[in-house]
């Protein structure tokens, strides 16, 4: 990705962030307001669809999990690509010290999450879910709170991110996925290596790749793997090189073309239907349930303590090397950042527990949403500081 695509990604991420942010409020102010009801009625909202064999029926918000972020998880799998052959992931030398610090980030979360609900009446199967970072709203919140900090910053953070997103998509790979259907598995197999072969094809219509990814997802939403493996197993058959010499690659086009509509519709949309929770009732008196302190508690205090952690031994043991520029301060800052869990989160979370489990649903939406804000709250106040700091240096 050129200095010139990477400004542009970030600039998409930051807008993205601020609209995630008003859409996950409009959702919790609708769902405890007088209006609650249509809210819910919204998102609960069953929507049948037919074509030909393909028969499925579900819920708006599914439909949103099912259908609309698979393809934000096809973007992020394009995203990841082309970093690991291309980009920052590329680079054993770069790379180290978000990978590590991405590393600490994980384990750290799981851990807490994994100690208060490891008691009876906890729920240590949803232990991934503070695991995971936002990349648009973590950007967001670093654009806000230091537009003039060193640049590495933003690199490192968003190379966190997306290592971040490689384990979550491993994670979901490995621990949610429904009976399988050996079939339907065979065909979407298939399916890939079909458009594998495709990607030799550097000239291949874009019309052939979105028919071969639709029949992908059809046939893994029927196996029961859950679909956004369907994404990023498409992303990865997308050729780099361009259509003809000269032009630009394949996946660097498709990435930028479908990149706004993914950070400004897709993620608003799911941010819409996944984050409203209910302060009131049996669910409101749930959220200061384990699964909540869980969830909470593992961004919170697991991701700066994890990534900040593991990226000051990385560099004390000589093993990476600090951001040019950035000051320990701002590497705990970003660490905090990293905390803001949201969409990634709630979707992990969507996967843990059935929609029929109203209490335990209703206490990872607010697990989220406590950790996140604390976390984006933290992050920015630190880094504020230390922009401030820099000023009066500056002036002096």
């Not at 999990?65 to 799998?77: H, N, Q, S």
Request: glycine share 10%; proline share 5%; aromatic share 10%.
């Amino acid at each position: 990705m050129s200095s010139r695509s990477t400004l542009e990604f970030l600039k998409t991420e930051t807008g993205s962030g601020m609209l995630l942010a008003v859409a996950a409020m409009v959702a919790i102010v609708w769902a405890n307001s007088p209006w609650a009801g249509a809210y819910d009625a919204i998102t609960h909202h069953s929507v049948a669809v037919r074509f030909g064999p393909f028969a499925e029926e579900m819920s708006v918000a599914k439909w949103v999990k099912t259908a609309l972020m698979p393809i934000f998880f096809f973007v992020v799998g394009l995203e990841i690509k082309h970093e690991i052959l291309r980009g920052e992931l590329s680079n054993p030398r770069r790379l180290a010290l978000p990978a590590l610090a991405a590393l600490g980030g994980v384990a750290v979360p799981a851990l807490i999450y994994a100690a208060i609900n490891g008691l009876p009446g906890g729920s240590p199967q949803a232990w991934p879910i503070p695991t995971a970072t936002d990349i648009a709203f973590a950007l967001a919140a670093l654009a806000v709170a230091g537009p003039r900090l060193p640049s590495t910053l933003r690199i490192f953070l968003l190379t966190l991110a997306i290592a971040d997103d490689l384990v979550a998509v491993a994670l979901i790979a490995v621990l949610f996925t429904a009976d399988l259907k050996f079939p339907m598995l065979a065909a979407a197999a298939v399916t890939v290596a079909v458009l594998a072969a495709m990607g030799r094809w550097r000239a291949a219509p874009y019309s052939f790749w979105a028919l071969g990814g639709l029949l992908l997802w059809a046939f893994t939403l029927e196996s029961g793997v859950n679909t956004s493996l369907a994404g990023i197993a498409a992303a990865f058959c997308l050729p780099l090189e361009p259509k003809r010499p000269g032009g630009q690659g394949v996946l660097a086009e498709t990435m930028e073309a479908l990149h706004p509509y993914v950070a400004f519709f897709i993620l608003p949309v799911f941010a819409f239907v996944a984050a409203g929770f209910s302060l009131g009732g049996e669910a409101g008196g749930a959220i200061l349930g384990t699964v909540s302190l869980g969830v909470a508690a593992g961004l919170f205090f697991g991701k700066q303590i994890g990534v900040f952690g593991a990226a000051a031994l990385a560099i004390g043991l000589k093993w990476a090397r600090r951001p040019t520029g950035a000051k320990w301060l701002e590497l705990y800052g970003v660490s905090a950042l990293c905390g803001v869990g949201f969409t990634m989160s709630l979707f992990i979370g969507a996967l843990a527990f059935p929609s029929a489990d109203v209490q335990h649903e209703a206490q990872v939406r607010a697990g989220v949403v406590m950790g996140s804000l604390a976390s984006a709250v933290l992050g920015v106040v630190v880094l504020s500081i230390s922009a401030a700091r820099r000023a009066r240096h500056a002036a002096d």
